[in-house]
């Protein structure tokens, strides 16, 4: 009712003509229903972090960098990591070590590479345990420089070394140990480093490291390992640097068959539509993303769960009424492909990101409305990885998701998907069978 009277007082008091034209009547009608919305939303999953971008600045690394084990098939995974590999990075008669300038590396046109954990120091030179303050401890977060977008970013998963994939290697062994995948890194050029590490509180910054071709024998002599590692180096003061390298060692791995895009992932939609008795199961339209770094994009739409007509980046979604979402029967996906010429705005591009990709729906008085996703804002459409699976019709998405308050009021945690009170009922909630829900 509130939004309503804002609406009324503003054509009262205003007597331009210009207010009565279609788009500004448009405009004042959305941000009405957004007002209303947010409401609704926050009265369900509780009050929205200010700072939250609702997993679209996550597009180009969360969704593609180790989030899931789905988002890792396009590539050949690398062989699993031996606890021996770390322990002669230096000193082992056995291994031949060459420096080799980051720039030099041979990462492919776009540096995709993968980042595994090889072994980490928890003791000092005189074997005495430091302590939960000690250097183990206080290199937090390994941290790779983006030289596309010229930033530093998160090793994803790899908080100490450790993340939560269960992933099988080439030769089916089962990785236990830290892998990310990382994504259009681009190629290192000279005078910005390419790793560091941060301390849990951000105030120990130290890029101290050496990478290094390595070549492992046997004690005949033959050529068992070749690999490209990377040492880091403990220092705590910013002052005494260590040159042994060896405090944290990881290895770095090409990744091969990488498709040429550099943002991914899921988007899903609550079309805003039935306010009074929304389910806001965020699954009016579901629909997977790929920008590619020419322009281009592939989407497909994999599910249609609302009524009114919805648009994604201009075309028509024609999957038809509640399809894919545990009412009627199933219906391949709908596949939209965006020429790069077609994504072309001049001499830029209409749409550089995910965020950007606009969703579109008609409401029931005939006025069209674009989906939002805005910092801070209740959200018409959020991103998360590929292969994350919707809920059925008419379930609320915490209740699928429990987590997804905790991510909502506190845009933590990342993988707020992974936190189930009871993941069997809650994989029910996904299945896409009404049947069962209760």
């Given amino acids: 009712m509130t939004a309503i009277l804002v609406i009324g007082a503003v054509f009262v008091s205003c007597q331009s003509k210009d207010l009565y034209d279609e788009e500004n009547v448009s405009n004042m009608k959305q941000q009405a229903l957004e007002a209303q919305y947010k409401a609704v939303f926050e009265q369900t999953f509780g009050k929205i972090n200010s700072n939250h971008h609702w997993g679209f600045d996550k597009a180009g690394y969360n969704m593609t960098r180790g989030v899931a084990e789905a988002n890792y098939n396009n590539y050949e995974l690398p062989d699993v990591i031996k606890n021996s590999d770390g322990k002669s990075f230096n000193k082992d008669f056995n291994v031949v070590t060459t420096e080799i300038d980051p720039k030099d590396l041979d990462l492919g046109e776009y540096g995709d590479y993968f980042v595994q954990h090889v072994f980490k120091q928890t003791h000092n030179s005189t074997n005495q345990y430091w302590g939960t303050s000690d ?75 050496s990478i290094r071709k390595v070549v492992r024998k046997d004690k005949k002599g033959n050529v068992v390992d070749e690999g490209i590692y990377v040492g880091l180096g403990y220092n705590n003061d910013n002052k005494a640097l260590a040159t042994d390298y060896d405090a944290w060692i990881i290895k770095l791995v090409k990744a091969v068959g990488t498709p040429a895009y550099f943002e991914r992932g899921r988007i899903m939609c609550e079309d805003l539509g039935s306010l009074q008795n929304s389910d806001l199961d965020f699954n009016d339209v579901v629909f997977d993303a790929t920008m590619y770094n020419d322009g281009s994009i592939d989407i497909i739409v994999q599910a249609a769960g609302g009524t009114l007509p919805i648009y994604v980046a201009g075309e028509k979604v024609t999957l038809g009424q509640m399809k894919n979402t545990g009412v009627g029967d199933y219906v391949a996906p709908q596949t939209i492909k965006i020429a790069a010429e077609q994504n072309r705005d001049g001499e830029n591009w209409k749409w550089k990101s995910l965020f950007e990709i606009p969703v579109e729906v008609v409401g029931k008085d005939g006025v069209k409305y674009e989906l939002q996703g805005e910092k801070g804002n209740a959200p018409g459409k959020f991103c998360t990885y590929i292969g994350l699976p919707w809920p059925d019709e008419y379930v609320k998405f915490n209740d699928a998701y429990p987590s997804f308050n905790d991510w909502v009021q506190n845009a933590q945690p990342d993988t707020w998907w992974e936190q189930h009170i009871n993941e069997e009922f809650n994989a029910i909630l996904t299945d896409l069978d009404l049947t069962n829900n209760k």
């Fill in 135 to 209: 250097q183990h401890h206080n290199m937090a977060q390994l941290q790779a420089y983006d030289y596309n977008h010229n930033e530093w970013v998160d090793v994803e998963n790899f908080t100490g070394g450790q993340n939560t994939h269960t992933m099988k290697d080439t030769k089916g062994h089962k990785m236990t140990k830290g892998v990310t995948l990382m994504v259009n890194m681009g190629q290192p050029v000279e005078g910005k480093p390419m790793f560091r590490w941060i301390s849990k509180s951000d105030n120990v910054i130290c890029d101290n490291y």
